[in-house]
């Protein structure tokens, strides 16, 4: 398997608090992996929440639901930022765009981190 970790400041006392991407080593994993198409990785991972796997920003979500982490440090390290940009305060909305969230006029599928490209169906 593979275990990603980052670290974010706490909002809630000092110091920094870890959260953990975590993928366990599958046929399908191996497959995707074998295949190049590692963008269905991410299918994968929050398909096997069952068997322990975890995705980063359902990581980063828990902390920020929880009050241990700021909106701000969420977006900041979050992999779809667009998910974490309504809760940043009004005078960060800037911050959102120049940090890669798309403008809400022109969201992409999850997944498309690519300005630009067209997904293939």
Not at 6 to 28: H, Y
Not at 41 to 51: R, Y
Not at 60 to 78: D, N, T, Y
Not at 109 to 118: L, N
């Amino acid at each position: 398997g593979v275990l990603a970790q980052l670290l974010l400041k706490r909002a809630d006392t000092s110091g920094r608090i870890a959260v953990n991407e975590i993928l366990i080593s599958s046929n399908a994993v191996s497959s995707i992996i074998r295949e190049g198409a590692t963008q269905k990785l991410q299918d994968v991972i929050v398909s096997g929440k069952g068997q322990g796997m975890q995705f980063m920003d359902d990581a980063i979500w828990a902390l920020l639901q929880q009050g241990v982490v700021s909106p701000h440090e969420a977006f900041m390290k979050a992999i779809d930022k667009n998910l974490f940009k309504k809760f940043l305060p009004v005078d960060e909305a800037g911050l959102a765009n120049s940090a890669g969230a798309a403008p809400d006029d022109q969201q992409r599928p999850p997944g498309d981190f690519v300005k630009g490209r067209t997904r293939k169906g």
